[in-house]
């Protein structure tokens, strides 16, 4: 499909899932590299990452965990630039090494308040692996080590990511029109 209609947005084809895929691929391949021996947690971002977080952890080869936090800050199309926990982690990090799963990267705001709640719980280092980053948009200095694309600031959904709940099931990635 080259547009669909989600809700009252018109949204085109942008990045194609095999384009995605192929990313994902070459992100795993480094993590397996760089963490082999380490026995990393990955903790997936809800909602929207759970997809990513799939794909890349089917990928990963060496000893891992996975778990998930669910944190929001968005509300319809825009930002609320307001960040709250809403599931928090069981898991004992301490001395572990973390790599966060997050979907989407814009203004950075919602990884540096994870970054800071688990380094309040003593991991041994925390690695940030991202679908997507709106380099124009980052409002913070954040050391995304495992980047899959970068894209303009433009709203999209699809492959996780969501317009008011719908669209996470869309296998590519879709920008909308305005």
Do not use: W
């Amino acid at each position: 499909m080259k547009i669909v209609q989600v809700k009252d947005k018109k949204f085109t084809l942008s990045i194609p899932e095999s384009e995605i895929l192929k990313g994902v691929t070459e992100v795993a391949e480094r993590i397996n590299k760089d963490l082999a021996d380490k026995n990393p947690l990955f903790i997936g971002v809800l909602n929207g990452a759970f997809i990513f977080a799939a794909d890349l952890f089917k990928r990963i080869t060496i000893p891992c965990e996975i778990s998930f936090v669910k944190l929001a800050s968005y509300q319809g199309i825009t930002s609320t630039g307001r960040v709250k926990e809403v599931i928090g982690l069981n898991e004992d990090i301490t001395g572990r090494t973390v790599v966060i799963v997050e979907d989407i990267v814009d203004t950075g705001l919602t990884m540096e308040r994870l970054i800071d709640t688990l380094g309040t719980r003593n991991p041994k280092e925390i690695h940030i692996a991202a679908l997507l980053v709106k380099e124009q948009k980052l409002k913070v200095k954040l050391n995304i080590e495992y980047k899959v694309l970068s894209i303009p600031n433009d709203f999209i959904v699809g492959y996780g990511l969501d317009y008011d709940g719908l669209g996470r099931n869309l296998p590519d990635i879709y920008t909308v029109v305005e």
